[in-house]
């Protein structure tokens, strides 16, 4: 077997090394059975490449993008690698609002959507996003038809730049309440994240992964070096239904699944369907990131499905921080998001920035080369990095004797009752394990008696009767929490819980939903 490649500079060198030495085996899978080979990839995206040309994106040219996972949009994305173009890519749940806001601060000269996809037309909603600019973008509709030209007219791929790496992407972090916050990454800090996850999940050319996130997320840069690093193929799912993706992962052999808490829970919840044979007999890991994993999920994944789960944490601004491996120990992939990847450089802070001991709790502190390199808005950058130039995360956590990072919570998320601080993870965990919570989510609410009280939002898993609230006094309390950290208020939910492209519940949206609410 040949050795992993974790020293391209560009994405461009990563896939032509990858080809040069495994171009004949299996890359992308399609959940209708479609397989293209490493070499099929370059050879299309060259052709690609040449198409967007001849529509005059170039070096430096700005391309949003609102696509969804499939075979093309890799291809899209490859090609404008290639070119040396800006590329921005947009989650496709995202609408009018936010995407208008991209395409006007990035300037984008182009625009690609699949037209009509999941019953919404995405054409005619960037036509309405930028019906008032002076100069609009082309739209071109890129889901089965794509550009095509001659790979003969390109120009010669440029030497990987001595100075600065240029800026090649800009991801945008959701808002809620403002503007989203457009993060610029190079080729360099994008296969940096994508290396430290290669090398933490130690997969080879016999595994077969699973990409049932949206690409358009941080983390599909992340999973394409950890594929064309390692040079294993992964089966790509357009739209996520767990019936479908479970058949599909069966029949291609699928070795990794996952993509953050909530598809693990979906797979636990199929395999107690069939108790008595694997939900996926190919599958030896589960891997995601996105939102927390309370310990529970952990040992209930290993108890019935008999594999372990290594999740990892990162964002935006810096791909991957921390990730567990299937090398670690028990106790380090329950109740840990693994070590910092290879070369991110994690600190945990006081306040006042010194840093703190092993098992102290604090702010997490990011540098390194995966760190992105500021916001497209420079305003934003001084509250974004300490005096230091590390990137202040706003999530808290502790960093073990062993070099394992515990993430406890976000600044923000911390519940200020009565003058305390109280983890909403800490009660998350307490109330998942009980076998009438689906999911859960613990949100401070305004109170004037105490300035916020402790509110448990839970959705009642299938099957169950809603958790009464001596049942969740009574869980909390066996779990040993003290008493000034048991909610006052339980809500169960209506429904599902809300949910972004990644599935990590939306607290903000629970906040005020409830913030109007009776209380006694």
Known sequence: MSAPIYDAHTFWELLE????????????????????????????????????????????TPVTWVLPTRIETIVVSLALSRLGAVQNPIIHIYREREVGFCIR????????????????DYTAMVEAATAGLDEPPKILEAYHDLPDGNPGTLDPVSAPPTGDDPIRWIYYTSGTTSDPKGAMHTDATL???????????????EDVGSIAFPYAHIGGPDYLVCMLANGFPAVLVE?????????????????????????????LGAQRQQAD?????????????????????YHEVVAEMGLPVAHGYGMTESPMICQGSPHDTDDQLAHTEGRPVHRAQVTIVRPDGSTCDPGEEGEVAVAGPQLFKGYKDPTLDADAFDEQGRFRTGDLAVMRHDG???????????????????????????????????????????????GERVCA????????????ADEMVAAC?????????IPEQLVAYDGPLPRNATLKVLKFRLRDELADVPWP
């Open 17 to 60: 090394r990858r080809v040069a030495d495994s171009g004949d085996r299996p890359m992308l899978i399609d959940d209708t059975d479609r397989t293209v080979t490493f070499a099929e990839v370059r050879d299309r995206a060259e052709r690609v490449a040449a198409g967007f040309a001849d529509f005059g994106v170039g070096e430096g």
């Open 105 to 120: 601060q990035t300037t984008a000269e182009m625009v690609l959507v699949p037209g009509e996809w999941n019953g919404f």
């Open 191 to 205: 296969i940096a994240g994508g290396v430290g996850l290669a090398r933490a999940l130690d997969m080879g050319a």
């Open 239 to 267: 739209k996520f239904e767990l019936a479908a993706a479970i058949d599909a992962y069966r029949r291609h052999g699928v070795t990794m699944a996952g993509g953050s808490t909530a598809f693990y829970t979906m797979f």
């Open 277 to 297: 044979q694997p939900l996926i007999p190919s599958l030896r890991m589960l891997s995601g990131g996105g939102a927390p994993k309370p310990p529970e999920v």
């Open 404 to 450: 394992h990072v515990s993430v406890t919570g976000r600044v923000k998320d911390i519940i200020i009752r009565k003058g305390e601080n109280i983890s909403a993870k800490e009660i998350e965990n307490v109330l998942y394990a009980h076998p009438k919570v689906a999911a859960v989510a613990v949100v401070g609410l305004p109170d004037l008696e105490r």
């Open 457 to 468: 939002v839970v959705e009642t898993a299938d099957g169950a009767e809603p958790l009464e």
């Open 477 to 485: 309390t066996e779990a040993g929490l003290m008493r000034q950290k």
